[in-house]
């Protein structure tokens, strides 16, 4: 039986959220999500099981928000350098090589915990899964307003993919986890001409 409340969220400042969302992901890194228990989010944080429960209804939906908290790119939407290269670009640089390979080794984790677990792929889907795809739309929409993209082309709905499977495969096929430059190089040499958007500009 999965352990899940409503959540009724209670008054907590950014400050303490952050902090949370911190020792979560610290936990995660340390014994994977399987083993990680609320019992031991409540000690690491000094907090009661009771207020983790009220605050977010269970451990699949703490995670995945403490996940989302911790991406650099959480706000694709704020990003408008009045280029599509450039917006990529500048998503790309919010982290550094430590932090992606850092955050590679999670995902990985994560990834296989979600194949046995339907409330940690539902939550997911909805607070990252699904953000992330309507702020790349955003992203690509304001490239079609300027004119770099046409709104007919096919690849516009596999973006997301396109930049997801870069950051998996080259752990896989390099043994290797992402950087900067090989995210950078992808872009330009992948993601912007599927897109019609020569890379020189």
């Given at each position: ?11 907590i400042t950014p400050e303490r959220e952050a902090e949370l969302y911190t020792a979560v992901l610290d936990l995660l890194r340390e014994v ?127 973006m997301v993919h396109m930049m997801i499977g870069a950051f998996a495969a080259c752990t896989m096929i390099d043994e290797q986890p992402p950087t900067q430059a090989f995210l950078l190089s992808y872009i330009d040499a992948v993601v ?10």
């Open positions: 039986m999965t352990e899940v409340a409503t959540p009724r969220r209670s008054r994977g999500y399987d083993a990680l228990t609320m019992d031991a989010v409540a000690a690491r944080t000094r907090s009661s099981k009771a207020t983790l429960y009220r605050q977010w209804g269970g451990k699949a939906e703490l995670v995945a928000k403490a996940v989302r908290h911790n991406k650099p790119g959480a706000s694709l939407g704020g990003v408008d350098t009045g280029s599509l290269k450039g917006d990529l670009h500048a998503l790309t640089m919010r982290s550094d090589d430590c932090e992606m390979e850092r955050n590679s080794a999670l995902m990985r984790g994560l990834a296989m915990a979600m194949h046995g677990n339907p409330d940690l792929l539902a939550a997911f889907r909805e607070h990252l899964v699904e953000p992330e795809m309507a702020e790349f739309k955003n992203v690509v929409q304001r490239a079609i307003d300027r004119g770099e993209v046409r709104a007919d082309n096919p690849a516009i709905h596999y912007l001409p599927a897109l019609g958007v020569p890379a020189s500009l």
